[in-house]
């Protein structure tokens, strides 16, 4: 199983960026998805998740209504649409698929991991 992040990069304060993940070796739309982030220091903690058809989302208090997650399953792929970027949200950030997902933000829920793209937003 492969699971690899892309589209982080430097970006000002108030832009946007778009990250993707893509797994295969595995079924895909049998995975919940996640991304989840981590700055030096701190602990990973969870942005956002999806369920198997995308029909339902959550996300951590810190980015609603500025980050959205989606995915097509046609193409083994989530996505993570960020907007109104924030100095704090400078992070690595990781995509992550599990079968089962019981607290959303919990990792050790997740079986895959990507390695991870960097998000860093300059003011």
């Not at 832009?15 to 995975?31: D, H, K, M, Q």
């Not at 701190?42 to 959550?58: L, N, P, Q, Y």
Request: charged fraction near 20%.
């Amino acid at each position: 199983v492969q699971v690899m992040e892309s589209g982080g990069g430097l970006v000002q304060a108030g832009g946007s960026l778009r990250l993707s993940c893509t797994a295969s070796g595995l079924i895909f739309e049998n995975y919940h998805l996640s991304w989840f982030r981590q700055s030096p220091g701190k602990e990973r903690e969870g942005v956002a998740c999806i369920d198997r058809r995308g029909s339902s989302t959550r996300y951590a208090d810190s980015v609603q209504g500025r980050f959205t997650i989606s995915r097509d399953n046609a193409k083994n792929t989530v996505y993570l649409q960020m907007n109104s970027l924030k100095v704090e949200d400078t992070a690595m950030y990781y995509c992550a698929a599990g079968p089962w997902v019981g607290v959303w933000d919990r990792k050790e829920e997740y079986t895959y991991w990507g390695q991870g793209t960097q998000v860093t937003v300059s003011s």
